[in-house]
Nanobody, 123 residues
Framework: QVQLVESGGGSVHPGGSLRLSCKVF????????MGWFRQAPGKEREGVAT???????SYADSVKGRANISQDNSKNSLYLQMNSLKPEDTAMYYC?????????????????WGQGTQVTVSS
């Protein structure tokens, strides 16, 4: 069984930065797609960024140029660096993992999900 635990959320002013972390507990073999999603109140959950076992990354258009997804296998951790944050980035951010070699921003089905970490951007 895999457990994902997010951290790093908080409240920031517009233009600020945050680094979200996702600690992975359990065995993660090769062929795993990992992603960050977010959901704002009253809105559907949307993909933010994904990274595959081959290192290929993909991003939502809304965060391109402002976000960077990375992973540290030695620490069993996934990260999302968000810069130039905007009020519209306010949402609950979730980490997700799935056994899949197909990994891009379109992918929606993930087997494992974290509980989320809240990001609030306001002045």
């Amino acid at each position: 069984q895999v457990q994902l635990v997010e951290s790093g959320g908080g409240s920031v002013h517009p233009g600020g930065s945050l680094r979200l972390s996702c600690k992975v507990f359990g065995y993660i073999p090769n062929g795993v797609c990992m992603g960050w999603f977010r959901q704002a109140p009253g809105k559907e959950r949307e993909g933010v960024a994904t990274i595959g076992s081959d290192g290929f990354t993909s991003y939502a258009d809304s965060v391109k140029g402002r976000a960077n997804i990375s992973q540290d296998n030695s620490k069993n951790s996934l990260y999302l660096q968000m810069n130039s944050l905007k009020p519209e980035d306010t949402a609950m951010y979730y980490c997700a993992a799935d056994y899949s070699w197909v990994c891009n921003i379109i992918k929606r089905e993930y087997k494992f999900w974290g509980q989320g970490t809240q990001v609030t951007v306001s002045s």
